[in-house]
């Protein structure tokens, strides 16, 4: 048998190869949700990390789903859970990081629906909103306790003959902060201790995180809710900067 040379590949090269398989690695490859697929406004929250507590919210919308995204108005500054963000148990995440739980203080990570706006003025004084409108009256409540039929609802107290929660936001107790308000379709339908009462609301100017919420300026609010079009599918995108490059090209965002 005739020996064989083997050389000794120099340590370059070596480190070259080790690189492109680590950044192979790194490629994500996630199918983009259908809610954002077929959605034509866009509301994107993108905080530093996964425990930062301020962050920055941008509007985008397009013609059609193939189409690319366009910006709409200035961005804005607003706050998230006192905790930071979290992903949705239920989903499978694009990228690592926490799970969201009951009381945990994060906001939900992911793509969400958005539901009707309430606030605390009278029906007559929100004709300005094209989203469905709930008064904010007194006996309105929102139940976090996870052990209720009604968990992660919003329901009128008055009407419940026999309320077997133990846990609720008294929306009109809350003060400034509900004056207006959007509720995110986050936990629904509901699953016990997955986390509940998810609105996009006033607050922030002090820049301390809510429970679960996110909170920006009045006059910031109220022009995205004058905005949203809801027969335009809109959908709230939040995520932290890391899980945003990661998933900017495999989810088509801007």
């Known amino acids: 048998m005739v020996g064989m ?21 790194a490629v994500v490859r996630a199918e983009p949700p259908a809610l954002l697929q077929s959605a034509r406004q866009l509301i994107l929250v993108v905080t530093p990390d996964w425990n930062a507590v301020r962050g920055e919210l941008r509007r985008f919308e397009r013609d059609g789903t193939g189409d690319p995204w366009r910006t709409v108005g200035a961005p804005g500054t607003i706050v998230v859970g006192k905790s930071g963000t979290a992903w949705d148990p239920l989903v499978t995440p694009a990228v690592p990081g926490p799970t969201k739980a009951e009381g945990d203080g994060r906001s ?32 309105i409540e929102c139940v976090d306790d996870p052990a209720s039929v009604v968990y ?3 329901v009128d107290r008055r009407t419940i003959q026999n309320p077997d929660w133990t846990s609720a936001e008294r929306m009109r107790e809350v003060g400034e902060a509900y004056r207006w308000g959007v509720v995110v379709n986050y936990n629904t339908p509901a699953v016990p201790r997955r986390g509940s009462c998810i609105f996009l609301h ?6 301390r995180g809510t429970a679960g919420c996110t909170a920006m300026a009045p006059e910031f609010l109220r022009e995205m809710m004058a905005w949203i079009d809801p027969d335009r599918s809109p959908v709230l995108v939040q995520l932290p900067e890391a899980a945003r490059s990661a998933l900017k090209g495999p989810w088509a965002l801007p």
Request: glycine share 12%; aromatic share 8%.
């Open 5 to 25: 040379r083997v050389d000794r590949c120099p340590a370059a090269i070596v480190a070259v190869v080790v690189a492109a398989l680590a950044a192979g690695a």
């Open 108 to 139: 939900p990570a992911g793509v969400f629906s958005l539901g009707r706006a309430f606030g605390y003025a009278p029906s007559s004084d929100a004709a300005w909103l094209r989203l469905p409108y709930l008064p904010v009256v007194e006996g």
């Open 152 to 154: 992660n609802q919003i």
């Open 202 to 207: 006033i607050g922030g100017e002090d820049g």
